[in-house]
């Protein structure tokens, strides 16, 4: 499900700028060139997420969706969502993140979501589905946190 986030007019994909943060050069790779097939003309990358944020803070117009892998060395993808969100620029606060991670976890899903996340990717995504996913981030899409039972407070009807 999406929910509208972000107000600003949507960019198309042939004027986007994606930066992959991802620890595996063939994951890495595979990527940019699935990027490049859809026709993305701005791809860089980083290895981790360290490395990610000082590209970004040095020059916050890198790019403006990212693809960010969960299982990275030092810092995983949910914190470096987290320090992203709490930049002091605002850009980089409203930067569209695709999550993408090869755990199909409901609680990692529900963790990212709360950080406002345009998309949530299970490994390996084919180009369908990362094609969609860019299209939901760069219309300012963000996907909703999902309510279950165990949110709700049961009923109080011990003695």
Known sequence: MMADGNKSPALSLKSASVLIVEDQNFVRELLSRLLTSL???????????????????????????????????????????????????????????????????????????????SAFLVKPAGPGTLKAALEEALAGRRVTVPRLAVDQQPPSDKV
């Open 39 to 117: 026709s993305i003309p701005k791809v860089s990358s980083a290895r981790s997420a360290e490395d990610a944020l000082n590209n970004l803070e040095s020059d916050p117009d890198l790019a403006n969706v990212l693809i960010v892998d969960f299982e990275l060395p030092g810092m995983n993808g949910v914190k470096f969502i987290e320090t992203l969100r709490a930049s002091a620029h605002h850009q980089l606060k409203e930067m569209p993140v695709i999550m993408l991670t090869g755990h199909n976890d409901l609680t990692l899903y529900r963790d990212a979501a709360r950080l406002g996340i």
